[in-house]
């Protein structure tokens, strides 16, 4: 971001520690296989972002990178993979390349479907160790203001997700 220094020795992880104990096998065992639909086979994944072969097909990168319909923000690796808001129409919508297309989901929204339907059931776990008061005060904001639900109908906490790929890098180098 603009507000940090660019370096990334300096990058701060933030995170709600809740404990291995929420999750559950089959919480961990779909996460495992939204990650590695979403990385794609080992032997095809670079630390680059994906480019242009002489056929004009994407190489390197990660399999969701070389989807078809995969739209980074920004000329980043990063990819909405909800509701994106629009300040200027205030609206909440789905991601544009998220829409649907036709009458079957693309390889992009399955990668994302499978992501969320991954992650959220273990953000919400999450979740459900926090303070009751904070607890309370989202469920009823999400409540009153009509939030969409993504990645399953109990999630009233999280409004979006974001996909960043971002190989690890040696400090320095």
Request: with cysteine; proline share 6%.
């Amino acid at each position: 971001s603009s507000l940090g220094s660019g370096r990334a020795e300096d990058d701060v992880l933030q995170a709600w520690v809740c404990g291995k104990e929420i999750l559950t096998a089959h919480m961990a065992v779909q996460m495992m296989h939204a990650r590695d639909n979403a990385l794609g086979p080992r032997h095809l994944r670079t630390r680059e972002k994906p480019k242009l072969n002489e056929k004009g097909e994407k190489t390197g990168g990660v399999a969701f990178e070389r989807c078809e319909h995969a739209k980074a923000l920004n000329d980043t690796r990063c990819h909405t993979l909800a509701f994106s808001y629009e300040g200027p129409k205030k609206l909440v919508a789905p991601a544009a390349p998220g829409k649907m297309r036709g009458p079957e989901l693309n390889a992009t929204q399955v990668m994302r479907r499978d992501l969320l339907t991954a992650v959220v059931p273990i953000a919400m776990a999450a979740m459900n160790e926090t303070v009751p008061s904070v607890y309370k005060a989202l469920k009823s904001h999400a409540e009153l203001a009509n939030t969409p639900r993504m990645g399953t109908d109990d999630n009233f906490a999280y409004a979006t997700a974001q996909l960043n790929i971002a190989p690890a890098q040696r400090a320095g180098g």
